[in-house]
């Protein structure tokens, strides 16, 4: 998944954002298989459970389970079709997400070798929004930054000064 680029500042800013919203010991799933910040997660004192690979937009049964404190989906929902359809099914009373911003300047990403790893969605940051509150959750905390590349030209440039990643925590209704 990350075999020549670590995404550290996501990272760092994600655990922080996850730490003011959610204290450990915390129980969470994690939608998604395990990953390097999952790992992350537990090394920072969460109880963390991964889903393990079902298509999210057709099997609910994981985030029917109310046992979670919180779920958390990092860089998921942006790959499923109808991500309100789970988002509905959560029973967890908390939800930290995060999801790229749509760039103008960039096309949504699509790897040609991996049919799970493309971008179905780039939200603006009031559609992602406007999903959690037709969902049922009400928002709490948000937080939006940038992510630069060190590389010359216009797009790197326009990197720099435009977010990227949008993070939310909300609460159930």
């Known amino acids: 998944m990350y075999e020549n680029t670590f995404p550290e500042k996501r990272f760092q800013k994600t655990l922080e954002f996850l730490q003011d919203s959610v204290k450990p ?8 298989v395990k ?7 537990s090394e920072n004192g969460y109880s963390v459970t ?30 499923l079709i109808a991500p ?10 908390k939800l930290v997400a995060s999801v790229p911003l749509k760039l103008w300047f960039s096309p949504a990403y699509r790897s040609k070798t991996d049919k799970w790893d493309r971008h179905y969605h780039e939200f603006e940051d009031w559609q992602f929004d406007w999903l959690l509150e037709k969902s049922g959750w009400e928002i709490k905390k948000t937080l939006k930054w940038t992510n630069p590349v060190n590389k010359i030209g216009v797009r790197p440039l326009l990197r720099k000064i435009t977010p990227r990643y949008y993070a939310v925590y909300a609460e159930r209704k």
């Open 50 to 79: 991964n889903t393990s690979g079902e298509d999210l937009d057709e099997d609910f049964t994981s985030v029917q389970n109310g046992e979670f404190e919180a779920v958390t989906a990092f860089e998921i929902f942006e790959h």
């Open 25 to 32: 010991p915390a129980k969470i799933l994690d939608l998604g």
């Open 84 to 93: 309100y359809n789970i988002l509905k099914e959560i029973k967890a009373p």
């Open 35 to 41: 990953n390097p910040f999952s790992k992350i997660m």
